[in-house]
């Protein structure tokens, strides 16, 4: 199985800061990484598909970058909806894995 | 408007069974490929299993031989048939499709609202 490792567990930021996430895979997965936000209990939002595709509707300030092994997230200025919890998924192949999760606070 | 409404949670002891519903509409569920995620009580997403258009399915090891998914096509729900049930399968369960994804650039652009499960004695 592919393991997903995701860094920071946790962070805190202020609003308008440039906010980083990373996400390594255990062996390449090409660009097969998506992005998911999730707010306390709600079900998960797709962020970013294929790496670096921005889902439509979701704000331009959210950017995805990476391939083979090393991904990250990167969202340009935070803001106060965007405090949330983080997770890659990897659909290389089966089983479909996550990533721990990032959780965002508010500094 | 996509809409995923799972159903069928609820309290069940170990050892016993339990079904899921998903019930979809807004897009064609005939050629979609559905996944069932779950959620345990403060700990991150878990892929559960997939069932392709057609009916060819996937399980992750956790829930093989336990679990079985299944879809009828002609009342656009998607199942999760869940036996032998154990203290770790608590969870909040989310059913999940892949509507505008391929076989090569697969996520999950919809969600259920999920449905809590709750295996206890």
């Known amino acids: 199985d592919i393991q997903m490792t995701q860094s920071p567990s946790s962070l805190s930021a202020s609003v308008g800061d440039r906010v980083t996430i990373t996400c390594r895979a255990s062996?390449?997965?090409?660009?097969?990484l998506n992005w998911y936000q999730q707010k306390s209990a709600k079900a998960p939002k797709l962020l970013i598909y294929?790496?670096?595709s921005l889902q439509s509707g979701v704000p331009s300030r959210f950017s995805g970058s990476g391939s083979g092994t090393d991904f990250t997230l990167t969202v340009s200025s935070l803001q106060p909806e965007d405090f949330a919890t983080y997770y890659c998924?990897?659909?290389?192949?089966?089983?479909?894995?996550f990533g721990g999760g990032t959780k965002v606070e508010i500094k | 408007e996509v809409q995923l409404v799972e159903s069928g949670g609820g309290l069940v002891k170990p050892g016993g069974s339990l079904g899921l519903s998903c019930s979809a509409s807004g897009f064609s569920f005939r050629t979609a490929w559905m996944d069932w995620v779950r959620q345990a009580p403060g700990k991150g997403l878990e892929w559960v299993g997939r069932i392709k258009s057609g009916g060819t399915t996937d399980y992750a090891a956790p829930v093989k031989g336990r679990f079985t998914i299944s879809r009828d096509d002609s009342k656009n729900t998607l199942y999760l048939q869940m036996n032998s049930l154990r203290t770790e399968d608590t969870a909040v369960y989310y059913c999940?499709?892949?509507?505008?994804?391929?076989?090569?650039?697969?996520?999950?652009?919809?969600w259920g609202q999920g449905t809590l499960v709750t295996v206890s004695s």
């Open positions: 999940a499709a892949a509507v505008a994804a391929t076989p090569d650039v697969y996520y999950f652009d919809y």
């Open positions: 294929a790496a670096s």
């Open positions: 062996q390449s997965i090409s660009s097969h």
């Open positions: 998924q990897q659909t290389y192949s089966s089983p479909l894995t």
